[in-house]
């Protein structure tokens, strides 16, 4: 039995779509454990290095398309994925962070002492409006339609990075795995400028990489 060179490659096996969550770099309140929420905090000079070292890595990926949280350490992270690759950046704040209330400027020690049933509630997975904001359902009720609606846009293999923040991509990636909201707590959260992957399969969403693009580092974030 003889085989035309090349029989069969139109038949190779379709990777499918991708998503990259990305979270944004460092900043000084994440350093001093100190709650964003939507409070436009800008990276550090520490933040914008590690953007520009896993921008790097993230262009070898040849992203198709970028949409970022329109507030500034996300949007300045996905700045430097759009210098090297040439894309445009849509912002939507949509992606931005959850919005916490009057827990947003407290120190994780301070929300401890002056939160601390709230805190505790919410790590227990009720749902809980911290701070008086919003609920996680809630921030992935807006957030996942966008990943949703530009991952749509690609093409049959095509990459999508979303550039966003540490509790918006966790309860993200719980929406569009289908997890309960109780157990998106078993995602663990992402270090500054590190990512997870989700692939399309034939049944839905698939986690293919979590907290990828370092080495372990400590998770200083809001979801923590």
């Known amino acids: 039995m003889t085989t035309t060179p090349g029989a069969g490659a139109d038949r190779a096996p379709r990777r499918g779509r991708r998503v990259i969550l990305w979270r944004h770099g460092q900043t000084s309140w994440n350093v001093e454990r100190r709650f964003q929420g939507t409070t ?3 990276l550090t000079e520490t933040g914008v290095t590690q953007a520009r070292r896993a921008a790097r890595l993230l262009a070898s ?7 970022a949280s329109d507030l500034q350490r996300a949007a300045n992270t996905a700045a430097e994925l759009a210098a090297l690759t040439g894309l445009d950046i849509t912002r939507d ?16 020690d ?4 002056r939160h601390g049933e709230e805190y505790a509630a919410w790590k227990r997975g009720e749902p809980v409006r911290r701070g008086g904001g919003e609920l996680e359902t809630e921030v992935a009720d807006r957030a996942a ?5 530009h991952a749509d846009k690609l093409p049959e293999d095509g990459t999508l990075v979303v550039v966003s923040h540490g509790g918006t991509i966790r309860t993200t990636i719980g929406r569009l795995l289908g997890l309960e909201p109780h157990d998106w707590e078993s995602l663990g ?4 400028c ?22 372990p580092e400590p998770v200083l974030g809001d979801d923590d």
Do not use: M
Request: charged residues 20%.
């Open 93 to 108: 704040e949509a992606l931005r962070e959850t919005y916490a209330g009057v827990w947003q400027g407290l120190t994780h």
């Open 194 to 215: 590190c990512w997870s992957v989700l692939g399309q399969g034939a049944r839905g969403w698939r986690l293919l990489e979590h907290n990828a693009g370092t080495l």
């Open 110 to 113: 301070e929300i401890i002492a």
């Open 61 to 67: 990926l040849r992203p198709d398309a970028i949409v």
């Open 40 to 42: 436009d905090v800008e």
């Open 145 to 149: 339609p966008v990943v949703l609606r």
């Open 189 to 192: 959260g992402l270090s500054n």
